[in-house]
């Protein structure tokens, strides 16, 4: 009887522990994912926003990049990499960094998201499902599109650093 107890609950604890694992992982939603992705853009306006004029071209030490270089890092590799691999239109946004104004960075910035958004709301589940060779990599174009995020995220975090270094609070963070 002992036996037949610890057997069904070994059982039930497995199936538990499967089932958890399961959804542990269990991919977000073309639609949860895309709202994560305008609460990007948003952060990033919202800490370019936070730098005084003064930061723009504060860098931790000669070999880094500056605040502005961080942010347009941000927006040209979400062009660049929704370009090459998500299948974006070659009509993409541009700018000149070294001429560029505040206002002109923050507008690019802002298109540069919504190109990164367009390219991936038009991908369909087959083509997001697909593997291409990536950075010598075989990953699907799902995995991609969370590249972006986590690159996004990584600089992101770095201008983040350069706001505290410069004296300025950073916007708060905002999960969802």
Do not use: C
């Amino acid at each position: 009887m002992k036996n037949g107890i610890k057997v069904t609950l070994t059982a039930i604890f497995s199936a538990v522990l499967m089932v958890v694992g399961t959804l542990a992982q269990a991919q977000t939603t073309k639609e949860e994912f895309m709202s994560k992705w305008a609460n990007s853009k948003q952060f990033t306006l919202d800490v370019l926003a936070k730098m005084p004029d003064s930061g723009m071209d504060y860098k931790t030490d000669p070999g880094a990049m500056s605040f502005k270089e961080q942010i347009h890092h941000i927006a040209s590799a979400i062009v660049g990499i929704s370009q090459g691999f998500l299948k974006g239109s070659a009509d993409a946004p541009s700018i000149d960094l070294a001429t560029a104004t505040r206002a002109q960075l923050t507008e690019y910035v802002a298109a540069s998201y919504d190109y990164g958004a367009a390219a991936m709301k038009g991908l369909s589940a087959t083509d997001e499902a697909e593997k291409i060779e990536v950075f010598g990599n075989m990953v699907s174009r799902r995995q991609i599109e969370a590249l972006l995020m986590d690159h996004s995220t990584h600089h992101r975090g770095s201008a983040i650093a350069y706001l505290r270094a410069n004296g300025v609070e950073p916007p708060a963070f905002v999960g969802f």
